[in-house]
């Protein structure tokens, strides 16, 4: 089975003791590229050291709305472009997080709104995180998509009409091992986005996907979150993987056809 793992903090000081082997067991595991998320200009400068010396790694730069309590966007942002001048494939992960609130709203809108200002000069998805903030997301999204932005909602636990927006722009919709949680129920909201529209992530170190929940995460273990998408959506897993594949490099405007790792 080829994948593409659409999320993914391999930069997160978790993986530094055995980082070489979590990538050599993504390879293995049939995994074409991992997408390296820089979610802080710390974590994507990380990034970009990773991908230089791993060539299964794509990366992103961006600042998480948990990230934003400290934003300024007269530093924040020409450190933000100075990175994706060196081969970002994408801008994020952005958005906001009315959850946890670890920054003020004002300074996620603000911190969301200049990235998505600089995805619409250079003409780069963005990575969107939305936590219990769906009718801030929404305006975002609208607004996102005047100016052209197309992104991907990133480890989507939303509402069906949230995604139909973003789809109604051309953006996708990425899922992760929570839905092979049992509790997860939404089996309607995984069968409605289209085909060429469906990413998968790992979102790793975070949310291991049945049988290894409870434990950290890593990009080969989306095989399980594919089967189980497979499975709600009636389709076999290993077209399942090519689709979303084939969806991640159009995204990110990458070819994964003959990595090496």
């Not at 999320?7 to 980082?19: G, I, N």
């Not at 590229?33 to 990366?59: F, K």
């Not at 801008?91 to 603000?110: K, T, V």
């Not at 979303?244 to 070819?255: K, V």
């Amino acid at each position: 089975m080829r994948f593409i793992d659409s999320h993914s903090h391999l930069a997160d000081a978790v993986f530094d003791e055995d980082r070489d082997a979590v990538i050599k067991r993504a390879a293995a595991a049939g995994a074409a590229a991992v997408v390296c998320i820089g979610a802080s200009l710390v974590d994507a400068a990380r990034a970009r050291e990773l991908a230089a010396q791993y060539p299964l790694l794509r990366w992103t730069a961006g600042i998480h709305p948990q990230e934003a309590g400290t934003f300024n966007a007269e530093s924040d942002i020409p450190a933000l472009e100075a990175l994706l001048d060196d081969g970002a494939v994408g801008i994020g992960e952005c958005g906001l997080d009315f959850h946890y609130d670890n920054a003020p709203r004002a300074r996620q809108h603000e911190a969301f709104e200049a990235q998505l200002v600089v995805a619409a000069e250079r003409d780069l998805p963005v990575i969107v995180h939305t936590r219990e903030a769906e009718a801030d997301t929404a305006i975002m999204i609208d607004r996102a998509a005047r100016d052209g932005v197309v992104g991907v909602l990133h480890c989507y636990t939303g509402t069906l009409g949230l995604a139909q927006r973003a789809l109604g722009y051309g953006w996708y919709v990425s899922f992760s091992g929570i839905i092979t949680f049992r509790n997860w129920t939404d089996l309607e909201l995984l069968r409605a986005i289209p085909d060429d529209r469906l990413l998968v992530e790992s979102d790793a170190p975070y949310l291991a996907p049945v049988p290894n929940r409870g434990k950290r995460n890593e990009p080969a273990l989306v095989v399980h979150t594919i089967e189980k998408l497979a499975e709600i959506r009636d389709v076999s897993p290993a077209i399942l993987a090519e689709r979303t594949g084939e969806n991640a490099e159009r995204l990110f405007r990458f070819t994964s056809k003959g990595v090496a790792t």
